[in-house]
């Protein structure tokens, strides 16, 4: 029975996780970190409550076998680009080097289609420095998720991400292919991939791309 430590428990593909950790045989422990508790009682859980940027204080307390960064912003939401930076680079590579120096065994986090860290997009480019760090960390395995748009219930909905899905529910028919990568994905579907990949037990670095994420 090991323990699972997740981090972005509130946001769309957290909240889908986190009761399949809670779920899971294979944990006996679950901890979710975070700057607000999530109103959910249960015999597995631990909730650690700190500011993002306050990790190395609560070191001790996330102790974990397996764990699941949902951690993830909008340039839009964060406001400006060193605050997106803050959230999608920053505190991701600090958590995987926090959780690596704890002797964590596997790191599954979730990055963005088109992730690269020569993208002249700076959305993308973030993504690709953060995968490229985190690859850094001596995990015995690193899983990378890069859905393409996000389909699910938000609790801060984001505009353009529905007139997003409108649209490519309109050109669903004739995303097939080489185009089958820009269908949307439902967070619960990467959510599930996530927890499958660390019951696999693997080892190494593997990069789930959208194609194998789409619902």
Do not use: W
Request: proline residues 4%; positive net charge; contains cysteine.
């Amino acid at each position: 029975m090991k323990t699972a430590l997740l981090a972005g428990a509130t946001g769309l593909i957290g909240s889908q996780l986190l009761p399949l950790l809670l779920a899971s045989e294979r944990y006996a422990k679950v901890i979710v970190v975070g700057r607000r508790a999530v109103p959910i009682l249960h015999p597995k859980l631990v909730q650690v409550t700190t500011e993002l940027d306050k990790l190395e204080d609560v070191r001790l307390k996330l102790i974990a076998d397996d764990v699941f960064c949902c951690l993830g912003t909008t340039m839009a939401q964060a406001g400006s680009k060193e605050a997106f930076f803050k959230v999608d680079f920053l505190y991701v590579v600090q958590l995987a080097a926090l959780a690596a120096g704890n002797f964590a065994a596997q790191f599954m986090v979730v990055s963005s289609m088109g992730a690269d860290a020569d993208s002249r997009i700076y959305y993308s480019r973030v993504k690709g420095e953060m995968e490229a760090a985190v690859q850094q960390a001596p995990f015995r395995a690193i899983h990378i998720f890069r859905p393409s748009l996000l389909l699910g219930e938000r609790a801060r909905p984001r505009l353009g991400e529905r007139l997003g899905a409108v649209v490519l529910a309109l050109l669903r028919p004739l995303l097939r292919g080489p185009l089958l990568k820009y269908r949307p994905v439902a967070g619960a579907a990467v959510a599930a991939a996530m927890l499958q990949a660390a019951e696999d037990d693997g080892g190494g670095v593997r990069v789930h791309e959208a194609a194998g994420l789409v619902a």
